[in-house]
């Protein structure tokens, strides 16, 4: 369980990522998970962030930062520039997810895709008792002003990295009973309201 005040996708992801190595951070949104990284880790790192608001909140965070779209890809980035390459919250969001996920897997070594699982059990109840677009903690939003576009589960994900011979180096899946949980057991697809992914190149796992 992660202490008050804390997130536990962030603690998942602080752990996978090595000391000193070379970041960058797509979405990163106001920045926090980048300053934790920076700061706890002693990463080298970067982010890329489209709204105005982000790019100013990491800004004053002191935090190096480019206003680009990653739907267009990461043309200007070479090939292996970076050790990790980051996208937590955010896969659902882009409106072009396999040219994202193909860039990141082109410009890091690894990739870390954490993102919401629609397929939790509390959604589904949601849909099925008040005939409503869901609305939880990770997933505030009305219909009509959400930015997610694309509604993934678990089991999407899985078949995706099968297709596309994606290793699945680590998979952690979580919950926001208690606090935020790590959950451990049968049924993540049903069970996990969010996943973590560490991924690279090159086989199935």
């Known amino acids: ?91 659902q969001a882009v409106k072009k997810p396999h040219v994202v996920l193909s860039e990141m897997l082109r410009v890091g070594e690894k990739a870390v895709v954490g993102f919401p699982n629609f397929a939790h059990w509390k959604m589904r109840t949601y849909l099925l008792l008040r005939g409503r677009m ?17 509604f993934c589960t678990v089991t999407d994900f899985e078949e995706y990295c099968r297709k596309y011979s994606l290793r699945v180096e680590k998979r952690v899946y979580l919950s926001n009973d208690r606090g935020g949980r790590v959950l451990r057991g049968f049924g993540p697809n049903l069970f996990a309201e969010s996943a973590v992914y560490l991924l690279s190149k090159g086989g199935r796992s």
């Open 1 to 91: 369980m992660s202490p008050a005040g804390t997130r536990i996708d962030h603690d998942i992801i602080l752990d996978i990522v090595p000391r000193g190595a070379k970041v960058l951070d797509l979405g990163c949104g106001d920045g926090s998970l980048l300053e934790k990284m920076v700061r706890t880790k002693d990463v080298r790192g970067s982010g890329i962030e489209i709204s105005d608001e982000g790019i100013r909140e990491c800004i004053a965070r002191g935090l190096a930062v480019l206003q680009e779209d990653i739907d267009h890809g990461l043309k200007d980035y070479p090939d292996r520039s970076f050790d990790y390459i980051i996208l937590n919250q955010t896969l």
């Open 134 to 150: 869901p609305k939880t903690e990770y997933l505030p939003y009305e219909w009509y002003d959400t930015p997610n576009i694309h």
